[in-house]
C-alpha cells in the first residue's frame, strides 16, 4: 500500500473519535466524490443515448420508406422522387449525429475509469498533462456550459507518482473551483516545470476564500458548503495526498471576487527512489 | 394557429444533437413546423412573436434554464403547451416544474420517439382547444355586450 510517512502535522481529527486508518478514509472519500458526480455523469449520458436511440428508430423507418420508393420507382420505370433523396440527406447527418454522441459517451467513460481504477499500489510514470486531461472530462460533466475551461499544458516529463490519488486531487479542486463560481465563469488549468518539480495550477474565477478561513481550509471538517454538499474532508486529503502521500506541496492565492488559484507541486522524480 | 397552418412546435435544447434527431423524426413521422434552438434565450425571443403549439425544452442549460424558458412561455402564450425533457433526473425539478410552470408533460432522457410523438399531438389538440375555446369565449364576450347595447337602447327607447 501507500508508503505513510510518520503523521507529524497530518490533518486534525476529532480528539474524542478513533482516528480511522487515513488510507480508508481517503478511499471511501474518493468514492464518494464520484457519487457525487453521478448526476451530472447521468445528465451526459443520457442525451448523445436519447440521440442515438431516436436516430436508431428514424433510420430503420427511413429504410422502409426509401425501400417503398425505389421499388416503386422501378415498376413506374420513373427515377426515384426528390423525397428519396431528402431522405438520404437527412439519414447522412443523423450518421454524423451518432458519431459524435458514441465519442461523448467514450469521453466520459475514459474519464470514470481512470478515476475508479482499483487501488494501485505502485508508483506509475504518468503523463500528468493526460491525467488532467481525462479528469477534466469528468469535471466537465459538472460544469456544462456554465463554466469555460481553458487549458494551458506546459511540456511535462513523465512524473513518478500514484496516479489515481492524483486524480483525486484535481477532479477535487476541479470541482471545487466550479462550486467557487456562481453563474457563469471560467476556470483554467495550467501546467508547467520547475527544477524538478511539475506544477499543475488550477484558477477560477469564483467568489475567493475569506481571509479569515485561510488557514483553516486544509484541515479536515472544515467546510464552508452546506450539509450535504461539502464533507470538509477534501482539501485535507487533497493535501495530504499532495504532500504526506507525494513529497509535494500546495499552496494558493485568493483574492475576494476575483478568484482562487491551488498550485499544486509534484516532485518529477517521487523521493522514496531517490534513497 | 389558422385553420389551414401547420401545427408549430417549438424544441429547445443546448445539444444540438437532440434538436437534430427529434427533427429527423418529427419530419419523417408529421407535417409540423419545426423550430429548433439551441440557445434559450433566442428561444425566449422568438416566444414573443411567433405563436406556437408546443414549446419542449431541456432543462439544464447555460444563461437560462428549462423553467425559466418555459415560465416565459407561459406569460407569452399563456396557451401553448409545455414539455420538459430533461436527462437531469432530479425530483426536485420536476415538482417545480409541474407546480409553478403548469407543466403539460415532464419527459426524462433518453426519450422514446413514440412517446414523444403522443405527448406532442395530445398538447397541440390541446392548445388548439384552448385557443378555440378562447376565441368562442371572446366572441360570447362580445356578443353579450352588444345585446347589453341593444338591451340599454330599447330601455332608453321604451321609457
Known amino acids: ?275 | 394557429m389558422a385553420n389551414n397552418a401547420k401545427p408549430a412546435v417549438m424544441i429547445v435544447d443546448d445539444e444540438d444533437m437532440v434538436i437534430t434527431s427529434i427533427r429527423a423524426f418529427l419530419r419523417l413521422e408529421t407535417e409540423y413546423q419545426i423550430y429548433g434552438f439551441t440557445l434559450p434565450e433566442e428561444a425566449a425571443q422568438f416566444l414573443e412573436t411567433h405563436p406556437l403549439e408546443v414549446v419542449v425544452s431541456d432543462y439544464l442549460m447555460p444563461k437560462m434554464n428549462g423553467l425559466d424558458l418555459l415560465a416565459k412561455a407561459k406569460l407569452c402564450q399563456p396557451e401553448a403547451a409545455r414539455v420538459l425533457l430533461t436527462g437531469h433526473a432530479d425530483k426536485q425539478s420536476a415538482i417545480h416544474a409541474i407546480n409553478d410552470v403548469g407543466l403539460y408533460q415532464y419527459l426524462e432522457k433518453p426519450w422514446d420517439n413514440q412517446q414523444l410523438l403522443l405527448v406532442i399531438q395530445s398538447a397541440i389538440e390541446r392548445t388548439t382547444l384552448l385557443r378555440s375555446l378562447k376565441e368562442k369565449i371572446a366572441a360570447l364576450d362580445t356578443a353579450h355586450s352588444s345585446l347589453k347595447d341593444i338591451q340599454a337602447k330599447l330601455l332608453r327607447a321604451f321609457l
Open chain 1, 1 to 275: 500500500m501507500i508508503d505513510q510517512p510518520a503523521q507529524t502535522g497530518g490533518p486534525p481529527r476529532d480528539a474524542g473519535a478513533p482516528s480511522p486508518d487515513p488510507r480508508q478514509v481517503s478511499e471511501l472519500y474518493r468514492m464518494a466524490a464520484v457519487g457525487r458526480l453521478t448526476a451530472s455523469v447521468i445528465h451526459e449520458i443520457n442525451t448523445p443515448i436519447g440521440s442515438i436511440r431516436s436516430n436508431n428508430e428514424v433510420l430503420v423507418r427511413s429504410l422502409e420508406t426509401l425501400v417503398r420508393l425505389l421499388r416503386e420507382a422501378i415498376e413506374k420505370g420513373t427515377p426515384p422522387t426528390q423525397k428519396a433523396i431528402e431522405i438520404l440527406e437527412t439519414l447522412s447527418s443523423l450518421g454524423s449525429v451518432d458519431k459524435i454522441a458514441c465519442e461523448r459517451i467514450s469521453a466520459v467513460i475514459r474519464g470514470l475509469k481512470t478515476f475508479v481504477r482499483v487501488n494501485e499500489d505502485q508508483i506509475r510514470k504518468t503523463d500528468l498533462n493526460a491525467l488532467l486531461k481525462d479528469t477534466l472530462k469528468l469535471a466537465g460533466c459538472e460544469y456544462r456550459r456554465r463554466i469555460q475551461l481553458v487549458e494551458e499544458y506546459g511540456e511535462l516529463p513523465e512524473v513518478e507518482c500514484f496516479p489515481h490519488l492524483l486524480n483525486q486531487v484535481f477532479l477535487n479542486l476541479l470541482v471545487n473551483a466550479g462550486q467557487a463560481i456562481e453563474g457563469e465563469g471560467t476556470v483554467t488549468v495550467r501546467t508547467r516545470t520547475e527544477d524538478g518539480w511539475a506544477q499543475v495550477s488550477i484558477s477560477d474565477t469564483g467568489k475567493g476564500i475569506l481571509p479569515e478561513h485561510r488557514d483553516r481550509i486544509f484541515k479536515a471538517g472544515f467546510t464552508t458548503k452546506p450539509v450535504g454538499e461539502g464533507t470538509g474532508l477534501g482539501l485535507a486529503i487533497t493535501r495530504e495526498i499532495v504532500v504526506d502521500t507525494h513529497r509535494g506541496s500546495i499552496t494558493f492565492d485568493s483574492e475576494a471576487g476575483v478568484g482562487t488559484t491551488f498550485h499544486v507541486r509534484i516532485p518529477i522524480l517521487h523521493p522514496r527512489k531517490r534513497i
